[in-house]
């Protein structure tokens, strides 16, 4: 029978071999870039539905390549000129708290790149509404060692003024890697659940280990503003078979969590992390 996966409190710390390693959360490079928009005056008709992308106005388009660029050469000040000084983000992030964790992440990962996708739009009456999609890649050196990264942010903007005003996360998926040979990991989690609701969580590795020993571990992480920046320290312990299987009962109150896998075998580690929204039954029914 799989392993069910606690809420609340988190898991517990696993008897056999640690890995003490204080990795900081690699979420903030993610959900603490909001990508801003520039709106002219014709786009601030009321209008009901979602407008496809190609329909976007240059500018929009142009703002998203120049933030892009903004982010991919790590000006900080830059990206937060695009940001209301009342700016509000649905994990509990503000304007100076995003300051605090992209100067943070930059000084860790030297190399990122961003690439944002234009999902839908939407004037509105007070501005404009955008959903976008957000891929960040980057290596970072620990010692003699590379972690690769490789993230994707679904978001949510809201604009008055042309400044971002508040930023909801929709989903989020992040992967670091290490290793000449890190595990090809399959994850298996729902985007969303409902309160109370149980769901499977399974992470698999698709090749044969042969005498391979796989480590390994799940973790879950409340969402919340300090989450961004504070460590976390991973106990691994000696897998029976090729993956993680696990279930989960969602708690009764509407949340947002971060649940992880960690894979290690002598030649690679396999990290990734989803977040799991959960929502009301009436919300869900709309």
Not at 17 to 23: D, F, N, P, V
Not at 68 to 77: C, F, G, M
């Amino acid at each position: 029978m799989p392993k069910r996966l606690p809420f609340l409190p988190a898991l517990p710390q696993l008897a056999s071999r640690q890995l003490q390693a204080k990795q900081r959360r690699w979420q903030p490079f993610l959900v603490a870039l909001g990508l801003a928009m520039t709106v002219s005056s014709a786009l601030h008709a009321n209008r009901v539905s979602a407008e496809p992308p190609e329909t976007a106005p240059a500018p929009l388009k142009e703002t998203l390549a120049a933030i892009d660029k903004a982010a991919t050469s790590h000006n900080v000040q830059a990206v937060l000129a695009f940001y209301s000084p009342n700016f509000t983000h649905s994990d509990g992030l503000t304007r100076q708290t995003l300051e605090q964790a992209l100067k943070q992440l930059w000084q860790r990962y030297p190399n990122l790149a961003y690439r944002t996708e234009l999902k839908s739009w939407k004037a509105e009456n007070a501005g404009i509404s955008a959903e976008t999609v957000t891929y960040v890649t980057g290596v970072q050196k620990v010692g003699d060692r590379e972690l690769k990264i490789d993230s994707t942010l679904q978001a949510q903007q809201q604009f008055e003024n042309q400044k971002i005003v508040r930023q909801t996360i929709l989903g989020e998926r992040s992967q670091i890697t290490s290793g000449k040979n890190p595990p090809n990991v399959k994850l298996t989690l729902p985007e969303q659940v409902t309160t109370g609701q149980e769901f499977s969580f399974d992470a698999v590795v698709q090749e044969p280990l042969g005498n391979d020993l796989l480590l390994g571990t799940a973790l879950e992480e409340p969402v919340k503003a300090d989450g961004f920046v504070n460590p976390t320290t991973l106990d691994l312990e000696l897998l029976s078979a090729g993956g993680i299987f696990k279930v989960g009962r969602a708690p009764l109150t509407a949340d947002n969590r971060w649940i992880s896998a960690v894979l290690v075998r002598h030649d690679g580690m396999t990290m990734i992390t989803q977040r799991l929204r959960i929502v009301n039954r009436a919300k869900a029914a709309k």
